[in-house]
C-alpha cells in the first residue's frame, strides 16, 4: 500500500516493525521483546485501525490527512 500511495514509508516502517514483533512472539522469541514493545504494539495497530477503519473513507470525507476523497 506504501507503493500505491495510500500511506507513506514511515507508516510502512512501523508495520514492518509489527510484522517483526508479531514474528518473533510466534516463533517463542520471547526474549527478543519486552512489554513496552507489546505496548507499542498494540497502541500502535489501534491508532492505525481507527485511522483506516472504512467510515473514515467515504466518499467526500476527510482522509487520514485531511484531504477530501472523490469517488
Known amino acids: 500500500m ?3 500511495g495510500v500511506y507513506d514509508d514511515l507508516q510502512q516502517k512501523r508495520i ?3 510484522m517483526d514483533l508479531r514474528n518473533k512472539a510466534a516463533h517463542g522469541s520471547y526474549a527478543d521483546y519486552d512489554k ?7 497502541d500502535g495497530v489501534r ?3 481507527l485511522q483506516w ?3 473514515n473513507h ?3 470525507s476527510p482522509g487520514p490527512e485531511g484531504e477530501r476523497r472523490e469517488g
Open 2 to 4: 506504501a507503493e500505491s
Open 16 to 18: 514492518t516493525a509489527w
Open 36 to 42: 513496552s514493545r507489546v505496548r507499542l504494539f498494540i
Open 53 to 55: 477503519q472504512p467510515t
Open 58 to 60: 467515504t466518499k467526500g
Open 47 to 49: 491508532a492505525f485501525i
